[in-house]
């Protein structure tokens, strides 16, 4: 882990010292902001830990916890919603008894909205890791979602 | 000489293009290794052509003839390569049809002109088709002056949303001096159910670079930014490839086609969030902080980032400008109307039958960009409305469908242009469902410095959602204006500004529709499932027991092949049943 941190320290230095800069190579090597690493950069950089927290909270793409092996996104821009977006996500939810932007128990799976991923023509699209899917029905991506757990 | 572009924008790659490009690259190696294709033979990626619900396209020219084939499949192309490149006759059936040319006939092609044309990780490509002529036309005749003056004169307002003229913004920045001036484009996108600047970049990324070019030298920026949301990792990419290219080629960099002038360009990933379009949280976000807007003045002309003077233009301006420098500003005032000049670029989505990426003249009328270009309404569904400008904008009802698309018809009937983002919406589309859906969004994305959007946001949402829940009260819709206007007039930036404009708008075309919902708490349009009951038609039902397999609830009870019931105090009304039953036998009402 401190080689990973010293790298992240460089790049920080590359960018100018902005600290978005180092929360996304966090976010990017660990899957999440773990407390250990920032404290470790707090005390490095003379920087609050607050500021760090203060700036992960406030965007979308940091996550304070540890995320699924797979995480399922489900588009909820205009396009997806009026194609019947949160019916999917409503599905999602119950089916895995999980919330938004939750992971279930085993850890395999986290449900994630996303504001429009720019497929709006392939509408309502979710995405199970890189992987888009366009023109989604409930039945088929629980289905896919279901296999994932089995390998 | 064959060539065979694929389309390979992020709509062409989630259909499936990667795997055409593919074995498009394997069929014509296999084939030309028997020395049967002609040599010469070339294929290569463009981005995207608009019609993206038509994809994979490809095109294959073949002796000078250009054929177009739609909805393209991984398994089709080794029977286009043997009917059509080595035994020279074109597949009829997978050719594109008479609604392909239709799509193209009313439009115009400024910004997306070379999008599908050019190989965008190519930067020879672009310059082959006369990319880069613009900045050399610039920095070796013309002034910053005469620059920022040719672009005032041609009439370019920003596409970002606001219309503020580009040319006077460039002319603020210009009398600002200091030792440090900055570019910026944005390329933050977040209108979702948007994807014009994502295509534009996907698909020309040199043009955008050169647009910055033309702004760095007129304001006398020597470093630039684009930000850029992180959800485009294709756009990111490309982004990249095309500035390292322009660097290598002297377009980028220090003395830039040896006339001493330098500039920088970085790009700088979005963290996803939606203010941070806003181009004082843009900037903030830039520095490395919470992206919080700040109240103007100072304008970023002014003091921008790190305190200089900085332009922020949209993806879509800086794509105009090298065409503006080459054709001149006249040419581009003489395109749309009086007051909004050029062209638009839409992402037009939602229930119409060719949904994609267009680009029309200012001032052509709705009908003709929903009817024309974009083929009419999908399962030929009554046209209900239509949402433009996102978040920021209204729906317009069909009664208004003549209206002309340009940034003043557009706000005086309680909408914006916005970037670009047209949804289009039929009968089957709730009005209260769709204000509730956008607030959802503006609430949850306001960045909570000021009270009243960060409040105000919220409390509309709440009423919207009991509305929808059948909780609705005597009185509410005149709260909802009144919080409405508060949260307009008092909200620090555009966000909260311009967060009530849903609302607002359908409250205004379609009150009937919230009366509904809060009198008789009844759905016209049967989508608030609080507000219906579900039941199975006897006679229609064939007991084939998928509805109660699906239930979630186990609601449903019946024997196989014998009509089911739905029990009504279990049904938690999620409409699976609705979705799952082949036999039309679920009634909502
Ligand atoms: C909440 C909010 C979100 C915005 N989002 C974007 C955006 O995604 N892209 C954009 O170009 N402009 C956006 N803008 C407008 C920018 O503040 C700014 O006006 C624009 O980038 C200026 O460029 P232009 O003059 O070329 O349009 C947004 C404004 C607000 C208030
Ligand atoms: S709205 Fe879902 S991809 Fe655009």
């Known amino acids: 882990m401190e080689s990973d941190l010293n790298k992240m320290l460089e790049h920080y230095y590359e960018m100018d010292g902005n600290i978005i800069s180092i929360l996304q190579d966090m976010e990017e090597t660990f899957g999440f902001i773990p407390e250990d690493a920032v404290n470790w950069f707090s005390h490095r950089l003379s920087i609050p830990a607050a500021r760090f927290f203060g700036t992960a909270t406030f965007y979308g793409q940091f996550h304070l916890t540890k995320q699924g092996k797979h995480i399922i996104k489900v588009c909820r821009g205009t396009a997806c919603h009026v194609k019947g977006s949160q019916k999917i996500s409503d599905d999602i939810q119950r089916e895995f008894s999980i919330g938004v932007g939750q992971t279930t128990k085993d850890e395999l799976f986290t449900l994630e909205h996303v504001a429009c991923v720019g497929a709006c023509s392939v509408a309502p699209v979710t995405l199970v890791g890189k992987e888009v899917n366009g023109k989604v029905k409930s039945s088929a991506i629980l289905k896919k979602i279901k296999q994932l757990r089995e390998v | ?589």
């Not at chain 2, 065409?323 to 005032?333: E, S």
């Not at chain 2, 607030?439 to 009270?451: D, H, R």
């Not at chain 2, 759905?523 to 064939?542: H, Q, R, S």
């Not at chain 2, 239930?551 to 049904?571: F, M, N, Y």
């Open chain 2, 1 to 589: 000489m064959i060539c065979v572009s694929v389309c390979m924008g992020t709509g062409g790659i989630s259909a499936g293009g990667d795997k055409v490009f593919h074995n498009f690259e394997a069929e014509l190696l296999k084939h030309d290794i028997e020395a049967t294709v002609n040599k010469g033979c070339s294929v290569h990626q463009v981005g995207c052509r608009g019609l993206c619900a038509k994809d994979v396209l490809v095109d294959v020219i073949a002796n000078g003839v250009k054929s177009t084939y739609e909805h393209i499949k991984p398994d089709m192309v080794m029977k286009i390569v043997e009917e059509h490149l080595i035994k020279g006759a074109p597949i009829k059936e997978w050719l594109v049809k008479e609604d392909y040319h239709n799509f193209n006939a009313k439009q115009m092609k400024v910004v997306l002109e070379d999008c599908g044309v050019v190989d965008p990780e190519d930067i020879e490509s672009y310059i082959e088709r006369g990319g880069y002529q613009a900045v050399k036309k610039v920095l070796t005749t013309m002034t910053p002056l005469d620059t920022v003056e040719t672009i005032k004169r041609s009439g370019l307002r920003g596409r970002g949303g606001g219309g503020f003229p580009t040319g006077l913004k460039w002319e603020f920045a210009v009398k600002n001096h200091a030792d440090q001036k900055y570019i910026i484009c944005n390329a933050d996108e977040g209108d979702p159910g948007a994807f014009m600047d994502r295509s534009v970049i996907e698909g020309n990324p040199h043009s955008v670079l050169e647009g910055m070019i033309i702004g760095a030298y007129a304001i006398g920026a020597t470093k630039g930014y684009v930000y850029i949301r992180a959800e485009y990792p294709l756009a990111v990419e490309r982004l990249r490839i095309a500035i390292k290219a322009a660097k290598e080629k002297g377009f980028l960099g220090k003395n830039i086609l040896g006339r001493g002038v330098d500039l920088e360009i970085k790009v700088k990933l979005g963290a996803g969030a939606f203010v941070c379009g806003e181009e004082t949280a843009l900037i903030a976000s830039i520095e490395g902080k919470r992206g919080t807007p700040k109240s103007r003045p100072p304008f970023p002309a002014q003091k921008g980032l790190f305190g200089k003077p900085t332009v922020i233009n949209n993806v879509e301006t800086l794509a105009n400008v090298p065409q503006i420098i080459k054709r001149g500003a006249d040419w581009f005032a003489s395109i749309g109307t009086e007051k909004s000049k050029g062209t638009k670029v839409f992402a037009i989505t939602g229930k119409i039958k060719n949904s994609g990426l267009i680009e029309v003249p200012m001032g052509i009328s709705l009908k003709e960009i929903i009817y024309d270009i974009g083929g009419g309404m999908e399962d030929e569904l009554a046209f209900k409305a239509v949402q433009t400008g996102g978040p920021s904008g209204g729906c317009i009802p069909a009664s208004m469908i003549d209206l002309k698309v340009d940034y003043e018809s557009l706000a005086a009937a309680g909408s914006i242009m916005g970037s670009g983002g047209l949804v289009v919406m039929n009968e089957g589309d709730c009005m209260v469902n769709i204000a509730k859906f956008f607030l959802e969004f503006t609430q949850l994305e306001s960045c909570g410095k000021c009270t009243p959007c960060r409040i105000g946001t919220k409390r509309l949402f709440e009423i919207l959602t009991r509305i929808t829940e059948g909780k609705g009260r005597k009185g509410d819709i005149e709260f909802l204006i009144d919080v409405c206007n508060d949260v307009k007039a008092t909200s620090l930036c555009g966000l909260g500004m311009t967060a009530p404009n849903p609302i607002l708008s359908t409250i205004k075309y379609f009150r009937r529709e919230y009366e509904a919902h809060i009198n008789e708490k009844r759905c016209p349009a049967k989508v608030c499932n609080a507000l219906l009951t579900f039941t199975i038609d006897k006679e229609a039902c064939t007991g084939c027991t998928m509805c109660a397999k699906t239930c979630p609830a186990s609601a449903i009870e019946g024997d196989k092949k014998k009509p089911h019931t739905i029990i009504s105090d279990k049904c938690i009304k999620c409409g699976s049943c609705f979705d799952v039953c082949k036999f039309k036998a679920v009634n909502k009402e």
